[in-house]
Structures are given as structure tokens and as C-alpha cells.
Nanobody, 124 residues
Framework: QLQLVQSGGGLVQPGGSLRLSCAVS????????IGWFRQAPGKEREGVSC????????NYADSVKGRFTISRDNANNTVYLQMNSLKPEDTAVYYCAATRGLCVLSYSYGMDYWGKGTLVTVSS
């Protein structure tokens, strides 16, 4: 059974850091591109970052560029999102997703498999 299991969310103060993890099972991670998406209350889901199957190519939304880092460990079937210098506007439910096609930040419907989401709250 194909699964993406997320962990690492929580409450953090502005300026703080969190690392989200997305552990996959039931498929070979190295064959899939992975994306992180988020949805804030009352807003549409938006793309945060994508990483290629090999990990050699990444891209980021302008709003997180320079603060977030996506990485993957194919040997351990896990993808990470390191989030630094967090801001209140980063508060959202974060989702990891996998696709054998293209990971496009502006088109989340292209992703084939989704985690259940993890809440990140940035507040003092």
C-alpha cells in the first residue's frame, strides 16, 4: 500500500525553525518527484517547493526562497523540508506529495499521491 507519512509540525515562535519529514512506503522514492504544498486557513493551496527524483534539482516559491530547504534521502525513503526564519504567514497545513510526472508549484493537481498533512503554527 502506497503511503506518505508526515511528521514534524507544531507550534513555533516567529524566527524559529522546524523540519518536516515525509516518509514513504509502498513505492520506490527514487522514481518520484516530491513536492511540499501548504494551505492556510481561508486560502487556496499553494506550492512551497519541489525536488527532482535524484535530488539534483529543486525549486521554491518566492515567499520561502532563502528560508526553506527541501532535501531527500532516497536510501531511507524520506523527504525533508527544513524551515528557518519562520513567519506568522507561514502558518498552514503542510502536505507532501509525490508524482512520476512533473512537480509544478502552481499546479498541485498534477501530484499523484498525498500525505495527510501536518499543521505548522507560527505565533508568539
Amino acid at each position: 500500500q502506497l503511503q506518505l507519512v508526515q511528521s514534524g509540525g507544531g507550534l513555533v515562535q516567529p524566527g524559529g525553525s522546524l523540519r518536516l519529514s515525509c516518509a514513504v512506503s509502498g513505492f520506490t522514492l527514487g522514481s518520484y518527484r516530491i513536492g511540499w504544498f501548504r494551505q492556510a486557513p481561508g486560502k487556496e493551496r499553494e506550492g512551497v517547493s519541489c525536488i527532482s527524483a535524484s535530488g539534483g534539482n529543486t525549486n521554491y516559491a518566492d515567499s520561502v526562497k532563502g528560508r526553506f530547504t527541501i532535501s531527500r534521502d532516497n536510501a531511507n525513503n524520506t523527504v525533508y523540508l527544513q524551515m528557518n526564519s519562520l513567519k506568522p504567514e507561514d502558518t498552514a497545513v503542510y502536505y507532501c506529495a509525490a508524482t512520476r510526472g512533473l512537480c509544478v508549484l502552481s499546479y498541485s493537481y498534477g501530484m499523484d499521491y498525498w500525505g495527510k498533512g501536518t499543521l505548522v503554527t507560527v505565533s508568539s
